[in-house]
């Protein structure tokens, strides 16, 4: 979960000034300013794959959903359902949903943490934060809800992956150790005031820490010290690519259904009477394509929106780059719903045709590789 770069850079995160006295590269993301690499954006990923590195993800946006009517509402806006975390009767469990307009495009793609019913987290992306608020709350007041959205633009946001992503935040932070070494997947727990989730972006393991803005700099210090590397945007794009996650405004958008977009698996139909919205032109649109993973078996690089030709027609890529653990140039493609993993297929690489064979996704997943 990601979003595209736009044109005028205004906004900065609590970890700005940490950033540039270690050198980093900044660039517009979003309209934040944000590290694209520190110096090699190889190592980088490398130390998240074998190691630990972490990620400023503050420029994405919590947002604390309260009231009585919170959970019946999250289950008519998310296309996954929210009821399967008061189920698992765990405090802190998470899902992953997007969040669809009317006619099934995806508004955006989101992390929500359940607390009690009552109380829930959201974290949406940042070039999509006032876009996802105002929609919210539109339905929110439409509907007279007893419901509060708190945009909580007091905290900070610290990704840190890798295998050995959970011993050095333990060893730079001890008081967490306790509270969070039987932590599930997908769950989060707050002790005192940090949020610790088992969640990530880059197929590691790992954890996100959510704390107060004052406290970010003097985490971040503390977790290098430890040695976790500070890794930049650039890294965090080839280790999610390589982890098969999508990137909103890339591999899907307000124009693309989820069902053709690889993530018909965050979709719920399960309950007949529950209509989300969406639900309606889901039903009415069923699936017309899939979602493949590229390997390039010529030289050249993969990158977004080039012509890919199949056995079943033509796609086209949707993300795509060099693989540092694969070293080898991988692409999302977004094809006719009957192709499938193993066809040799072309792709149009400046005007040249260059063979790759599909694969399913991920390519990589906790060090290894998968294809």
């Known amino acids: 979960m990601s979003d595209p770069a736009s044109s005028t850079p205004s906004l900065r995160t609590p970890l700005y000034a940490e950033h540039l006295a270690a050198g980093a590269r900044m660039v517009d993301f979003a309209g934040w300013s944000m590290p694209v690499n520190y110096g090699s954006q190889i190592e980088e990923h490398h130390a998240v794959r074998r190691d630990a590195g972490m990620f400023d993800v503050s420029h994405m946006l919590a947002l604390d959903l309260e009231g009585f009517d919170a959970t019946a509402w999250l289950r008519v806006l998310l296309a996954n359902d929210v009821a399967r975390l008061a189920r698992s009767g765990v405090p802190g469990k998470a899902l992953y949903s997007c969040m669809l307009r009317d006619d099934g495009g995806v508004i955006d793609d989101l992390i929500v943490y359940r607390f009690d019913d009552a109380h829930y987290r959201i974290v949406v992306n940042a070039g999509t934060a006032a876009k996802d608020v105002a929609w919210m709350r539109r339905h929110i007041a439409e509907r007279g809800l007893n419901a509060s959205l708190l945009e909580r633009r007091d905290l900070a946001m610290i990704a840190v992956q890798g295998p050995k992503a959970q011993a050095r935040t333990w060893q730079a932070l001890p008081d967490l150790k306790s509270g969070s070494e039987t932590l599930a997947p997908f769950s989060g727990a707050k002790i005192g005031d940090v949020f610790i989730a088992r969640t990530g972006y880059t ?32 890294a965090r794009d080839t280790l999610r690519l390589e982890a098969g996650m999508n990137l909103y405004g890339q591999d899907m958008d307000e124009a693309v259904s989820p069902l053709d977009a690889g993530l018909a698996w965050t979709v719920d139909f399960s309950d007949a009477g529950r209509i989300f919205s969406g639900r309606a032109a889901l039903n009415a649109h069923p699936a017309r394509h899939c979602l493949l993973g590229l390997i390039l078996e010529e030289r050249g690089v993969l990158r977004a929106h080039m012509p890919v030709f199949a056995a079943a027609g033509t796609g086209e890529t949707t993300s795509g780059s060099f693989s540092p653990t694969l070293e080898k140039s991988i692409a999302f493609a977004r094809l006719p719903l009957h192709a499938a993993p193993g066809e040799t297929v072309e792709v149009e690489i400046r005007g040249k045709r260059l063979l790759a064979r599909t694969v399913k996704m991920p390519f990589v997943r906790h060090g290894k590789a998968l294809v």
């Open 203 to 234: 197929g590691e393991e790992g954890f996100e820490l959510t704390l107060p803005a004052a406290r970010a700099s003097e985490v971040w210090r503390m977790l290098t010290a430890a040695g976790v590397k500070p890794c930049g945007l650039g």
